[in-house]
């Protein structure tokens, strides 16, 4: 789409058709462009702890009111109207994104159970391909399911949790169709191409099978709160209705979920909370047995199980901040039969951990950076990977087999694309089986990326993942993109990203901010960013906002500010401290309206997360929230530009959040800067599904943020 000369009498006319849809006053005159629509103010009051909330705008939740779409759609051409100027260059920035991946593309077949398994993109096309070959590279493909085929005629297709039965003639998989993440469970014979006529609806969209190729157990989900609760029995081709209940978390702040060990012996039930876990195991030739508990919750301890030969593994906070790794018999799992194997240490975070017949790999975190170690059980050698970069990202990739010398790693940096690595546990030979292709004439040695450290409010030190093209003056003139989360222990790291070159080849410095709330710097890190702590998370951001602008990377006529989710929340506290310090702000699917989804447990994720935020129906937890609940602290007084994106269907942050925000905002800020939202009207949490669709909200962004600078193509 490109600019219309088009009369502003239009406008008008536009304008009053969105205006007298919503009941709202009348709009400006047409000389002053595109007017935004203006939510109608319908008072509703909650008292708590002797204070009287007022929200104007809480009928906004009302997902079902033809008045509500009426107003998302409105926005939506408000937007449309207000960044008309910018559409060839969102026509060019998609281009450019979609420009450097390479369409047709396969993933790095890995072995399992006497096949090779990988995906593959077709020419243009949004979705893989699901393949596999029997016993060799060189044997016929066999194509599982082409997720190209299943999605034709939906507006938003997820394809999740492909499972193959053990004598690999079955395969399991899920599929969500509305962005809900509601998945269906389906079953298909590899063997005939046949879909089985077995399908059940509202599943977490995992299944584990049975060593008898026709049991299989899976998790349903509560339709309303969207929490996986009930674990269940499916024998193939039996009515969904006839399942047999296996287990039920009746704890609503938990979590459930069923899975099947690396060593195919043992089915597993998972039961998670914020703080606390719970495993329940079964031999998986015995489906009709009974579950039974390694170690029974306990307030405060977790702990993540794995099962190697005669025993179990065991990743726990059980005396130990920031993990240890224990043994146990299987006939005796309790923890006062835990034997420690590797010791906690203040200074490590251990994050995961994969075994092989004869080595231990664990991955672990030191100052922020991941530290993959490789452990002898005979000899007890060990030794680490060498990365070579100062901020990089690096995972213990896909490894199914215990009986191989190799494994499968992955890495990538801010200049280095992603890369897929085989890694001898014995000679120590690293091969590089595959790295990202970028086309469009990319070299990493024309970017420079670096980390340093920002003094925050309270004296503690934040890293900083830079990353710009070389050349860049440190003058305070360029434009820079600083990017958080800071919640759930969540790391941000410093991973590849191939559509933020089109940001660093006009001029922009990109940020990635390691602030509390997450885990970079270790469990205390955590610790220290949630709960009666939050405000951590907030001020961490600002102080690296202000070191950048320190040290003359930038300025704040020319600082953005991007989070999403949770990081979402960020935006809107720091608008609401710091709104001086930016030019524009994206707040994605952001969580905004703290204290009335906290107290409503009615909705997706409240129960399960007060021991994240804190649980607002205690006087101390309901005063801290207040006091940084963005929707709540909305003020009349000036606010950056912003754009604000959602989607209709979020699970996960209901859409009505950043609606109300927006609305609000409108309401009371004084300065006439760009207020935007944008609502996905077929997708959820996510964004929209597909490889290369996705990128057109990208785009949009990035739109955005280059006009706010002057920077037009």
Not at 239 to 244: F, L, T
Not at 376 to 401: C, M, R
């Amino acid at each position: 789409m490109y600019r219309l000369k088009s009369s502003r009498y239009l406008l008008v006319i536009i304008c009053l058709a969105a205006v007298l849809a919503l009941g709202c006053g009348a709009c400006k005159k047409a000389e002053t462009g595109p007017q935004p629509p203006v939510a109608e103010k319908i008072k509703k009051e909650f008292q708590e702890f002797g204070k009287i909330r007022v929200d104007n705008y809480y009928w906004l939740k009302e997902r079902e009111n033809p008045k509500v779409i009426d107003y998302l759609k409105a926005e939506n051409e408000y937007l449309q109207a207000v960044l008309k100027p910018t559409e060839a260059l969102q026509g060019k920035l998609y281009q450019e994104i979609v420009g450097r991946i390479k369409q047709t593309d396969m993933s790095v077949p890995y072995r399992d159970n006497g096949y090779y398994y990988y995906t593959r993109f077709e020419e243009g096309k949004e979705y893989p391909v699901y393949c596999r070959k029997k016993g060799s590279l060189d044997a016929p493909e066999e194509v599982m399911l082409n997720g190209n085929e299943m999605a034709e005629g939906q507006p938003f297709f997820s394809l999740l949790g492909l499972e193959v039965s053990p004598d690999n003639t079955l395969l399991a998989y899920a599929v969500d169709t509305v962005s809900r993440r509601l998945y269906g469970q389906r079953f298909k014979n590899l063997a005939s191409g046949e879909v089985l006529s077995d399908e059940i609806p509202n599943t977490l969209g995992m299944a584990a099978w049975a060593n008898d190729n026709k049991t299989v157990f899976y998790a349903l989900k509560d339709t309303a709160t969207l929490r996986p609760y009930r674990v269940m029995r499916h024998v193939l081709g039996t009515p969904a209705a006839q399942d047999q209940e296996v287990f039920v978390e009746s704890d609503e702040t938990f979590n459930t979920a069923v899975f099947k060990s690396k060593s195919k012996k043992y089915l597993i039930i998972a039961s998670d909370s914020t703080l606390s876990t719970e495993y329940r195991i079964l031999a998986a030739d015995q489906p009709d047995g009974q579950f039974r508990i390694v170690q029974p919750r306990e307030r405060d301890l977790e702990y993540h199980v794995e099962h190697f030969r005669d025993k179990l593994y065991i990743r726990t906070n059980y005396q130990a901040k920031n993990f240890r790794l224990m043994e146990a018999p299987l006939d005796k799992t309790a923890k006062e039969n835990w034997v420690e194997l590797i010791p906690h240490r203040d200074d490590v975070l251990l994050e995961g951990f994969e075994i092989f017949s004869d080595t231990l790999v664990v991955e672990e975190r030191k100052s922020g950076l991941t530290q993959i170690r490789t452990i002898g059980w005979q000899d007890k050698a060990e030794h680490s990977l060498d990365f070579g970069e100062a901020t990089y990202a690096a995972s213990i990739g896909v490894n199914p087999e215990f009986d191989t010398d190799w494994l499968r790693y992955n890495y990538s940096s801010l200049t280095t694309p992603n890369s897929t690595y085989d890694y001898n546990l014995k000679t120590r030979e690293k091969k590089l089986l595959k790295q990202q292709e970028v086309l469009g004439g990319f070299s990493p040695g024309n970017y420079q990326a670096e980390r340093l450290y920002a003094t925050a409010s309270d004296g503690v030190k934040i890293p900083i993942s830079l990353v710009y093209r070389k050349g860049l003056e440190k003058n305070g003139n360029n434009p820079l993109l600083e990017y958080g989360y800071g919640s759930y222990g969540a790391n941000e790291d410093p991973y590849f990203d191939s559509s933020i070159l089109s940001l660093l080849d006009r001029g922009f410095i990109y940020a990635l901010v390691h602030i509390r709330g997450g885990s970079e710097m270790g469990r205390a890190w955590y610790e220290d960013g949630k709960l009666l702590k939050k405000k951590n998370t907030f001020t961490d951001f600002i102080g690296c906002a202000e070191f950048l602008i320190a040290e003359k990377f930038t300025r704040p006529e020319k600082l953005f500010a991007a989070g999403a989710s949770a990081g979402g929340l960020l935006m809107g506290a720091v608008v609401n401290m710091r709104p001086d310090l930016y030019k524009g702000v994206i707040a994605g699917v952001p969580y905004v309206d703290v204290i009335t989804t906290m107290l409503d447990p009615s909705i997706p994720l409240t129960a399960q997360e007060y021991d994240e935020w804190g649980n607002p129906n205690t006087k101390e937890y309901y005063d801290y929230m207040l006091s940084y609940s963005p929707y709540d602290n909305v003020e009349a007084k000036a606010y950056p530009a912003m754009l604000v994106t959602t989607g209709l269907h979020d699970s996960q942050v209901q859409y009505w959040e950043p609606a109300k925000w927006v609305a609000k905002l409108r309401s009371l800020k004084t300065d006439k800067n760009r207020l935007l939202l944008h609502t996905n009207m077929d997708a959820g949490h996510g964004g929209q599904s597909g490889r290369f669709r996705r990128y057109r909200e990208t785009a949009l962004e990035f739109a955005f943020m280059l006009d706010l600078v002057g920077i037009t193509e």
